[in-house]
């Protein structure tokens, strides 16, 4: 499966960004989803996965409450809504897929998209 993010950018402290995953060659509703960051110099790093069936979310506690993962599979989409941004949460966000596995861990998964820039910046 292919997946392409979009709708990184610049955004102020406190601001909001909603990033989308499209894929092609495969169905979302078949693969678990994540979305993963990596900030300059530091390793890549879980921020929010959902399972096939849709109902089963997890997110890294530096973004519970804040960050939003969902899915429209009429468009094969996977959303990452972010609110109240801060300074820390700058880095390039990749969507992935994987076949199974634990969802934090980002060997287990198998897909990856190119990644897209978010900066946080006043």
């Known amino acids: 499966v292919n997946l392409v993010e979009s709708g990184g950018g610049t955004v102020q402290p406190g601001g909001s960004l909603r990033l989308s995953c499209e894929a092609s060659?495969?169905?979302?509703?078949?693969?678990?989803m994540g979305w993963f960051r990596q900030a300059p110099g530091k390793e890549r790093r879980f921020v929010a996965a959902?399972?096939?069936?849709?109902?089963?979310?997890n997110y890294a506690d530096a973004v519970q409450g804040r960050f939003t993962i969902s899915r429209n599979g009429a468009k094969n989409t996977v959303y990452l809504q972010m609110n109240d941004l801060k300074p820390q949460d700058t880095a390039i966000y990749y969507c992935?897929?994987?076949?199974?596995?634990?969802?934090?861990?980002?060997?287990?998964?198998?897909?990856w998209g190119q990644g897209t820039q978010v900066t946080v910046s006043s």
């Open positions: 060659g495969g169905s979302i509703s078949a693969y678990p």
């Open positions: 959902m399972e096939r069936s849709g109902g089963t979310t």
């Open positions: 992935a897929a994987r076949g199974g596995g634990a969802y934090f861990d980002r060997h287990e998964y198998d897909y």
